[in-house]
């Protein structure tokens, strides 16, 4: 069974730092491309991170970039989130998602999530 | 940057009743779409993806259409478990629309 375990969120201030972490078990993590999505209290889905199988292609949101990293462990099925400068803005659920389909590039499992709050 | 806009932002319905939500992206984008379901509290399910392919397990009152920069999704029969927030996404910008909730009328 494909499972995604996201952790690592919690109340930080604002400029601080946190780093979420998505373990993944039930196939093999090192075939597929990974995604962070968040989700805002109350708002809509938006992407914010992917990375590829290998870990040498990576892409953020504008929203993100250059605040965000996302870096992977295959060897410990792990994805993480890097996540510096943080902002109120930045308070969401994060998601971790496994990409499926080489064309398509649907989201076809994820986590629960783990909420980031980002508060005084 | 492609944006992605749906509507309605929200629609109000009954059981049995069909129902379309409309998603615009703002560059031609062939079939580079996808369709999520999310119910409250719970993470995104994909239904549609490449702008009409059923993902496995998903019932068949569920189709999606369209390809450049307009596409929908059409419940035929809206059943109980139906009623969620629906998001288009394009499937290389990885941009998500804005969400359209269904609700019982």
């Known amino acids: 069974e494909v499972q995604l375990v996201e952790s690592g969120g919690g109340l930080i201030q604002p400029g601080g730092s946190l780093r979420l972490s998505c373990v993944a078990s039930?196939?093999?993590?090192?075939?597929?491309?990974m995604n962070w999505v968040r989700q805002a209290p109350g708002k809509g889905l938006e992407w914010v991170s992917y990375?590829?199988?290998?870990?040498?292609?990576?892409y953020y949101a504008d929203s993100v970039k250059g605040r965000f990293t996302i870096s992977r462990d295959n060897a410990k099925h792990s994805l993480y989130l890097q996540m510096n400068t943080l902002r109120a803005e930045d308070t969401a659920v994060y998601y971790c998602?496994?990409?499926?389909?080489?064309?398509?590039?649907?989201?076809?499992?994820w986590g629960l999530g783990t909420l980031v709050t980002v508060s005084s | 940057d492609i944006q992605m806009t749906q509507s309605p932002s929200s629609l109000s319905a009954s059981l049995g009743d069909r129902v379309t939500i409309a998603c615009r992206a703002s560059?031609?984008?062939?079939?580079?779409l996808n369709w999520y379901q999310q119910k409250p509290g719970k993470a995104p399910k994909v239904l549609i993806y490449?702008?009409?392919n059923l993902h496995s397990g998903v019932p068949s009152r569920f189709t999606g259409a369209g390809s450049g920069t307009d596409f929908t999704l059409t419940i035929s029969s809206l059943q109980p478990e139906d009623f969620a927030t629906y998001y288009c996404?394009?499937?290389?910008?990885?941009?998500f629309g804005q969400g359209t909730k269904v609700e019982i009328k």
């Open positions: 996404q394009h499937s290389f910008a990885r941009t």
């Open positions: 039930g196939f093999t993590f090192s075939s597929y491309e």
């Open positions: 490449g702008a009409s």
């Open positions: 560059q031609s984008s062939s079939t580079l």
């Open positions: 998602a496994r990409e499926d389909h080489p064309r398509y590039s649907f989201y076809d499992f």
């Open positions: 990375i590829s199988d290998s870990g040498s292609t990576v």
